[in-house]
């Protein structure tokens, strides 16, 4: 093909697909499409979104505005022959904010013309920049009831707030009819902002919702829910998805007709000749075949006789167990035979009562800073009733004892005690990572047994099929996941309800929970879901940090997952986000750097957002990092570092005598073949055991000196526990917000020892 036909062809293309962006841009809204989806959010507690409403709907005189049950506001506006449906999810409900963003087409920004954005605003916002962020448009209620010499100065102070997340955006008063047509033209006319992970699924929001149970003592019944369907085309036989409940099957779909159309159809009564409107029909588009129906299945079935080792029957495993019990090792002179070995009385269990005895004596020094906090506290309450008429303590400015009681009633010492415990843990991996000291009652080879060394952490080898859990045969795995992912993206699906249909879809199965807890005004949003994304596998999270999440989150601590249009719970592993084929766990999630966070879930074909909260004591939920979806690999090796520590008794050029890092002679042959390090960068191996306490001759790269400290890294990989659950519980509306460094009570001196 030459130059110019190359050229010609591009141009062709282009020209194309303008053509197709402004046949889709003029069809939005009309009759052959759903209503333009507009969630209305505040960012100030001063503005009322529900005035704002009520002031769109002044923009014209022929508009038609109806509401339905589930709180959402439609508009028919002949003059643009657009249709627009609005909601307003309630302020403080994080959780319906999430939910009704996921499917709405732009979003309206209410700001005050005094304060702009408040900090459940910001919070909001960031949220929302997490999960996905559609078109939006910023109005400001109440601008022009300010004076008119302030006017200049409160739009510039507004547009730099706007400007510092919307560089491009500019903010449109709201006061008068003029003011509501104009934006309600820009809602309906402007670009939209796609996103990914919502235009390759088909989804839904409810317009009406009915439940019926399949009896009258079942705990599940069928979900119908009545909704424009946008998106892609919805099979049947396909999945749906519950945001906070889990995967479900359909029965049926049914067509319904819209409720609320451009141009509504009319007919002549025959008997008298009068015309009506149109009445409402439903019919049965599809049912479900079960034979083509996707299954529920989430993990595969193990089967314990496909394992490579021929598994033992009962009788053996009967045999090897009494076997077991009956022999006892015990410590015996050399040269004691096996008759003379039963007449020795052996001090085992006296040995591990003193074992047991020593492992609660360490955690009760675990918790001695907390203990000495408690005597400090008693000491001076007791100082404070012995010195009652002292005049120092005239002097002081006391809180009242019905403040201090109140203070105290809402405290939870128990969490109190856990925060610090954490805060310590994480203050102690900080300054010395990773170092753990080797036990002197245990042997090392027995208590480090699964750990090995690794002569280069970045290139020698690892098998990731080794010595994997039960856990990993009840997962799935793909051998090529990124040409699966390619084929059901592009995968083209006419079989079934058409986008722009009003449907009415039957879930079934839905537990009866679902309706208990629902509450009118909450949206209620379905997705339909890929092919072989109701399967569960390893996935991969890259995350980073949230600003103001100022607490300790340990790996296998319990979080709260929003991945695209799915909510679940999870206790993830965190690990350093790098390259190659293994990567470093981390006992933290780190503040300053992204990492990755391991979990089992359901597969997930990217791009998908995903945000982190971490739920509270009073059931809140705090956003704690937010990031997207890595990768699906349960390949991906995740390695635990420990580092044992030794030191220099003697040095002599190059080789040196080093004690503290074994207890006994035959640890230090176990691990000869691991290299070691110094903290000042030197490497070396061991030679040779001196003596029978630990002691042992090595030889490094250059000369050492006495404040060194010698190193020796041991890795076992890390697996995530089994701990999905589906079902998240929403968290309370907030009342009033506050960020987490205003919840310390800075006049509170015993509050701020906790921190310090």
Known sequence: MKRTERKNQSAVLR????????????????????????VIVSLHRDVNADSCLECLKTCDDELIVKRNEQGITHFTIPRFKKRASFFIPEYGNLNALLDAVKVADTLLLLISPQNGIDDYGEYCLSCLFGQGLPAVTFACPGFKNLAVKKQSEARK??????????????????????????????LTDQKLRPVYYRENRSH????????ELESAESQFGVLKVTGYLRGRTLNVNGLVHLPGWGDFQMNQIDSA?????????????????????EKETIHVLDKADPKQQESLETEVIPDPMEGEQTWPTEEELAEAEDHAKNKVLKRVPKGTSEYQATWIVDDDDEAEEQSDKKEEDDEEDDDSDVDEFKDAMETVDSDEERNEDDEEFETMTVTENNDDEKYDANMDMDEEIRVLEKLKEERQHAMFPDEVDTPM??????????????????????????????DYSRIFQFDKFKMTRKKVLNQENDDGALPGWYITIHVNKVPKEFMESYKPGTPVILFGI??????????????????????PIKSK??????????????CPIFSQHTTGNKHKFERFLPADTTCVATVYAPITFAPVPVLVFQPTPEGSHDLVATGSLLSVNPDRIVAKRIVLSGHPKKIHKRSAVIRYLFYNREDIYWFKPVELRTKWGRRGHIKEALGTHGHMKCVF??????????????????????????????????????TPMETIDEDDEEAQKLFD
């Open 15 to 38: 020209k194309q697909k303008r053509e197709e962006a402004f046949e889709k841009k003029r069809q939005r809204g009309t009759s052959g499409t759903p209503p333009t989806f507009v």
């Open 204 to 211: 839904m929001v409810a317009e009406n919702i009915t439940f």
């Open 530 to 551: 890929l092919p072989h994304e109701q399967k569960l596998s390893v996935l991969h999270f890259a995350i980073r940090k949230y600003a103001t999440a100022t607490q």
């Open 557 to 570: 601590d319990r979080l709260i997952f929003h991945v695209g249009f799915r909510r679940f719970t999870a």
């Open 157 to 186: 102070s507004l547009q730099n707030t706007i400007e510092k997340r919307f560089p491009s955006e500019k903010f449109h008063a709201l006061d008068t009819s003029q003011d509501a047509l104009m934006i309600v033209r820009q």
């Open 441 to 470: 009652d245990i042997p090392a080879r027995t208590r480090f047994a699964r750990y090995r060394g690794l002569k280069s952490f970045r290139t020698s080898p690892w098998d990731p099929k080794e010595n994997l859990p039960s």
């Open 701 to 738: 790269d250059g000369g050492l000196k006495s404040q060194d400290t010698v190193l020796m890294n041991l890795y076992k990989r890390m697996f995530p526990k089994w701990t999905y659950n589906p079902h998240v519980e929403s968290p309370p509306v907030i009342n009033e917000y506050k």
């Open 257 to 277: 007709t819209d409720p609320y159309p451009l141009q509504p159809r009319k007919y002549k009564n025959k008997p008298t000749g009068d015309v009506e409107m």
